[in-house]
């Protein structure tokens, strides 16, 4: 696969290109540029879609590590280059380095062809140059010594910040944070619940119906319900998803959902809803009660609307509201709330790739105090012997284990052991406390916080 055919005047490298400098340069979210690119073009072979995601994808991901590969040729720094240039030449080395089956030499005269298009014909004898000594010296670049300074190897290995590492040294130590590090650059298979397929052989009929489309669906090995689907580009392609009998979520996403033991008849608040996997999982679960989905962004809930209605929910409300701000009218009356909270996303790094980039500490600090804003409010709608299910997805002690104990220490709720709501696979030495904190690389899944309390 070349990725630089054309299909009236698409170019696929062209593409991708606008993709990283939408995502780099205007700071817009990857999965949201990649989606969208993926939805416009559809119309394009799978193969070529296929090639449009990896190399977005993994030029975000392994950004660190091509930027040092590129030092180690060029006679210019990567900082120092042109935005549109230091892009080009990092998408480039991605396929030298990553992309066996695209030709050097291809890679090379596509990126010269581009810089050309783009108005920088005077820097194509550069960018040949650079890509060129590179693609001579990929086998001999010298990395940091990793007994003279783990971190700096780790972090040009792995491309991850620096301050990341030394954080998840000190709160899940080495040995986990390698296994973190080693997690995030997995591939990551489209994870999918299939929905009310407890009556017999409705399991076995989806896998039958997805296999028609050359889709295969893996068991997870945690939930029954939950597969990982490989062979595919694009879900709105799959009839089992656009009739849904599948819906998109991961397995962490769904054991929260499980932690908060919602009952038939229950009255679910879920206070930060979108994109609404949770919300909508426990809609199916209160299928005799109601749910209550609330988020501060319109757009976001417009989304869960349109989820909502393709999977037939109708028990389920929705509502724009700061979960910040008190509603009195809910004081006391939820079975079950549920706080999937504002988090810096540390855990869905694998999934989300330029978040390692954007976050720093000092964010981390302030989205703490969000969460405590929101849990004090949370609080107060849960009815005696009710539950509240706090969940993040990230790995940061801030924003989960001291978030947990903050809130033991001043609300009225005891932790309740988690251990009868989650599959023995996913028994802790933390579970028979309440909560766990699942990593990736360790327990196969995105990195996730649950803890769930129950009011006194």
């Known amino acids: 696969m070349k990725g630089g055919s ?16 939408s995502i780099v340069k205007e700071e817009e979210y990857s999965h949201v ?26 030029t975000l991901e392994r950004r660190t590590e091509l930027d040092y590969c590129i030092d180690s040729v060029s006679s210019l720094p990567v900082k120092k280059m042109k935005p549109l240039i230091r892009e080009l030449l990092r998408m480039g080395a991605y396929q030298i380095l990553y992309m066996d089956a695209v030709p050097d030499s291809a890679v090379c005269n596509e990126a010269v062809k581009l810089a050309g298009r783009r108005g920088f014909s005077s820097l194509k004898g550069f960018v040949n140059g650079v890509l060129r000594s590179l693609c001579r010296n990929k086998e001999s670049i010298v990395y940091p010594d990793r007994a003279a300074d783990r971190r700096a190897y780790l972090s040009i290995r792995y491309s991850m910040p620096r301050w990341i590492i030394e954080k998840w040294d000190r709160e899940q130590g080495q040995e986990n944070t390698e296994l973190i590090l080693q997690g995030l650059l997995e591939e990551k298979p489209v994870t999918v619940r299939f929905r009310n397929c407890h009556e017999d052989g409705q399991t076995e009929a989806v896998r039958q119906e997805l296999a028609k ?17 490989e062979r595919t580009e694009g879900m709105k392609n ?23 033991g919602i009952h038939p008849d229950d009255y679910v608040m879920d206070l930060c809803a979108a994109p609404g996997g949770k919300a909508i999982f426990a809609a199916e679960k209160a299928y005799r009660g109601q749910v209550l989905a609330r988020d501060v962004s319109a757009g976001r809930l ?15 409300t929705l509502q724009q509201w700061d979960a910040t701000d008190f509603d009195p009218e809910k004081e006391g009356v939820a079975d079950v709330v549920l706080v999937d909270a504002p988090c ?42 009710g539950v509240l299910l706090y969940s993040t997805c990230t790995i940061s002690q801030a924003e989960n284990g001291e978030i947990r104990r903050w809130f033991l220490e001043r609300f009225p709720f005891w932790e309740d052991s988690l251990e ?19 990593l990736p690389g360790v327990h196969g899944m995105d990195g996730f916080f649950i803890a769930r309390f129950v009011r006194e």
């Open 6 to 21: 054309r299909q009236g005047s698409v170019n696929a490298r062209e593409l991708v290109l606008d993709a990283l400098m």
């Open 344 to 385: 810096s996303g540390l855990g869905v790094i694998g999934k989300k790739r330029d978040i390692k980039y954007r976050i720093t500490p000092k964010a981390i600090e302030e989205v703490a105090l969000l969460q405590k804003r929101i849990l004090e409010q949370a609080s107060r709608y849960v009815k005696p012997g």
């Open 213 to 229: 489309g050359n889709v295969r669906a893996v068991e997870s090995g945690i939930l029954p319900y939950a597969f990982y689907l």
């Open 302 to 316: 417009s989304l869960l609307e349109e989820t909502a209605g393709r999977l037939g929910i109708e028990n389920l």
């Open 420 to 438: 009868p709501y989650l599959p023995k696979a996913c028994h802790s030495g933390t579970t028979g406390q309440g909560y766990i904190q699942f």
């Open 238 to 260: 799959i009839p089992a998803f656009v009739s849904g009998r599948i819906t998109v979520q991961d397995v962490s996403s769904m054991l929260a959902v499980e932690g908060a």
């Open 33 to 58: 540029v990649i989606g969208g690119i993926l939805d416009k073009y559809n119309y394009l072979e799978t193969q070529e879609k296929a090639f449009i995601k990896r190399l977005t994808e993994g």
